[in-house]
């Protein structure tokens, strides 16, 4: 007669035996994908000042002829954004949805890479991936949230 046991091993006192398992755990490469794959289109939105540029806010570019979206929106004081090269280019108003709170800016003359946006809605409980622009280094970087 042969007896299995389903359930883990016991030890004398009467508590479960832990059943110890090889796990490898790997760095998650997620963030470095975002940024090399996106980080392009992110940009950093400043005003030049006397004392150098000054950090605003944050765009990503929608299109590729230079539309860029941001939640920042910036009066009479000429804006410009930072881009990858770290290159300043100057950003021109062209509409706001006052019910959103988002502005609509365009880079003129240049031929931009668009971001990539989801095509579907995460599950519930998914992690979020966020990337923006450093204000001090003017790099990407990515934030889980």
Known sequence: ML???I???INKEGTIVPISQQVTISPSKTGEHIIATQGKSVLLLVQQTNKGISPVGMGIILTNDGVVMSTQAISNTPLFAVGDDGALSPVTLIGQDA???IVFYRIA???LPPVT???SSPAV???VI???RDEETMRPATSRH
Do not use: K
Request: charged letters at 10%; hydrophobic letters at 40%.
């Open 117 to 119: 946006l989801a095509q």
């Open 125 to 127: 409980g998914s992690e």
């Open 130 to 132: 966020s990337i923006f």
């Open 7 to 9: 359930l883990p091993p």
């Open 109 to 111: 003359d240049q031929i």
């Open 99 to 101: 019910l959103s709170g």
């Open 3 to 5: 007896h299995f046991s």
